[in-house]
């Protein structure tokens, strides 16, 4: 049995500003008072696990044991199947240390060249921790296609060249709402709250 989430204040462990405002967006309708790491000013750990979840227990922990807050964390990426599933946990580090994300899809684009496999998926892990030391976690996912040239201006990240399963436009396009119903974070976030907010 999950447990279940009670409390009036929740960390999310990430300093980038889109994440946070998304997440804050799902949570919203709970009433839970939402602040980031980097309002906070907790260090980032190091992400040295293998998988999206371990990056996201890790963070969920050091922000959890740091505030003495619950802390919910989310490690996401894009995983290109022609490129065996890169850039996956790395997707953040090929937008170097800029986090220029123009610089990480033109990776992208360039890395698969000819190739015909045009397909990827984005991965969102969520980690929730209590700083007692317990934790909860769900992964989501979205399938879709990489295009090229990038198109829209909305979202984050490597939206504006993946146009998911069943739609003639890319997250780039999207309206934040509509994103937030079909999107990889969206599906672990209907995990999370049917398991802890319900």
């Not at 990480?104 to 700083?131: S, T, Y």
């Not at 769900?138 to 829209?152: H, I, M, Q, S």
């Amino acid at each position: 049995m999950a447990r279940n989430f009670q409390d009036p204040k929740l960390v999310i462990a990430s300093h980038n500003p889109g994440k946070v405002r998304e997440i804050g967006d799902l949570l919203v309708e709970f009433g839970t008072e939402v602040v980031s790491a980097g309002d906070l000013g907790l260090a980032e750990p190091i992400e040295d696990g293998e998988t999206f979840m371990a990056n996201a227990t890790i963070k969920a922990h050091a922000a959890a044991n740091a505030s003495g807050i619950p802390a919910l964390a989310d490690d996401s990426g894009l995983c290109v199947h022609a490129l065996d599933n890169q850039p996956g946990i790395y997707s953040a580090r090929w937008a170097g240390p800029k986090k220029d994300f123009a610089v990480a899809m033109e990776k992208v684009e360039r890395e698969l060249g000819n190739n015909a496999d045009r397909g990827g998926h984005f991965v969102c892990a969520l980690a929730l921790a209590w700083p007692d030391g317990h934790l909860e976690a769900f992964e989501g996912r979205c399938d879709g296609t990489l295009v090229w040239p990038p198109e829209g201006d909305k979202g984050f990240g490597y939206d504006p060249i993946f146009r998911p399963d069943g739609y003639e436009i890319t997250f780039g396009n999207f309206d934040p709402a509509a994103k937030h119903k079909i999107s990889h974070r969206a599906d672990a976030f209907r995990q999370l709250v049917a398991a802890c907010f319900e």
